[in-house]
């Protein structure tokens, strides 16, 4: 592969990378548990003739959902572009990926260096090389998208990863896209994006994932899971474990991605994307240990209220009911996951914990605290 080197400068400079990697359609491997092989390809209507290729740019994309979503895009012709630091590699072979199809995705990708902060570098690079569709995967806050929407005049549509943590909390669930926001949560800052949009009058979709899994998540959702079920040790879970919770499946939000991508019925609109089902937080640590092929995990449930662990999390999801509905997606854009819970489980062990990777290391030291305190609940 060509070395990358582009300076961040007056006249952006892009660089086009030689390489080699495999989309994710690899052969699936098997647990001790049986599964249908899935082969992984886009579904839905949107199909790209030559004359619909569009010249993308990707805020962010050499992570998880980017990771994704840029090798369906490159797949179905659009030229790519990806705006990061340059401080990760712009591109990286994808577990199960074959040679031939990494070194074809890596020949086509663009890469521009450059702070996405950094709004003069932003508005002077994009507007000089100027983007018929923005991709937003990292973006947290309206301030940062100014500068693109000022520096793009022509933009034909600008897609928003946002969250489903936007909702406002409420006794009544699932959530729904119209449902009451909360302009004080931790995710103020994705909903002040969509205000912004929608005030621009721009051509914008929103999507909302819910939690999102799969292979090199590096969030440590299944991963927390998987942790604890190899190293053989019971499974703290808070309360009654009896709180609900959604999963989507990363592979299946990158599809989502790339339906609405010119398509009519999603513009100006948000959509929820997660999982089909709903799952309590006792049933995820069994999914987990279903999926990876050992045996059902103890299960201990502990007051939180009872424990000090100061700036570390016991358990990497929030204590409460959390769940929305995907069927405006279903009814609107005719998409449909196509990864239920343990298989899409099975996938991300299978592709990555299950071969030696992970994003962080192992932490029991919350798991000791609870374990060895005798006021857990029964």
């Known amino acids: 592969m060509a070395k990358l080197v582009v300076l961040q400068q007056k006249q952006p400079s892009f660089s086009l990378l030689p390489a080699s990697l495999s989309d994710f359609n690899g052969t699936r491997l098997h647990t001790q548990i049986q599964l249908k092989r899935k082969v992984w390809k886009p579904k839905g209507a949107l199909r790209i003739s030559a004359s619909s290729t569009k010249k993308i740019l990707i805020m962010g994309g050499t992570r998880f959902i980017g990771l994704f979503l840029s090798r369906l895009l490159v797949k179905e012709g659009h030229q790519v572009t990806l705006f990061t630091r340059g401080k990760a590699p712009i591109t990286q072979q994808l577990p199960g990926e074959s040679e031939k199809d990494y070194t074809d995705f890596s020949s086509k990708i663009l890469h521009l260096k450059g702070d996405r902060k950094d709004f003069e570098f932003v508005k002077a690079s994009l507007s000089a090389e100027g983007f018929d569709v923005v991709y937003d995967i990292n973006g947290r806050e309206a301030v940062e998208v100014e500068p693109i929407l000022d520096a793009l005049p022509k933009l034909e549509q600008y897609i928003y990863c946002s969250s489903a943590g936007v909702y406002l909390k409420s006794d009544l669930l699932p959530h729904f896209e119209t449902d009451a926001v909360d302009p004080k949560s931790r995710h103020k800052g994705k909903l002040e994006t969509e205000s912004l949009l929608e005030s621009k009058g721009v051509n914008w979709t929103s999507i909302r994932p819910v939690y999102i899994y799969g292979p090199l998540n590096y969030n440590p959702v299944e991963e927390w899971f998987f942790h604890r079920l190899k190293a053989g040790r019971p499974i703290p879970v808070p309360n009654s474990g009896m709180q609900i919770t959604q999963l989507g499946h990363v592979k299946d939000l990158a599809r989502v991605f790339v339906q609405v991508l010119g398509n009519e019925k999603a513009s100006k609109e948000v959509f929820n994307i997660s999982g089909e089902k709903y799952v309590t937080f006792d049933g995820l640590a069994r999914a987990c ?14 007051n939180p209220k009872e424990f000090d662990f100061g700036k570390k999390k016991s358990f990497p999801f929030r204590d409460q009911h959390f769940f929305a509905s995907v069927d405006k ?20 062990y299978n592709l990555d914990f299950g071969r030696g990777t992970f994003r962080k290391e192992a932490d029991f030291s919350t798991d000791d605290l609870i374990l060895g305190k005798s006021l857990v609940l029964t």
Do not use: M, N, R, T
């Open 329 to 348: 997606a279903k009814s609107v854009l005719g998409w449909k996951p196509e990864f239920d819970l343990v298989e899409g489980l099975a996938d991300s």
């Open 289 to 302: 240990a279903k999926a990876a092929g050992f045996p059902e995990p103890e299960i201990i449930h502990y």
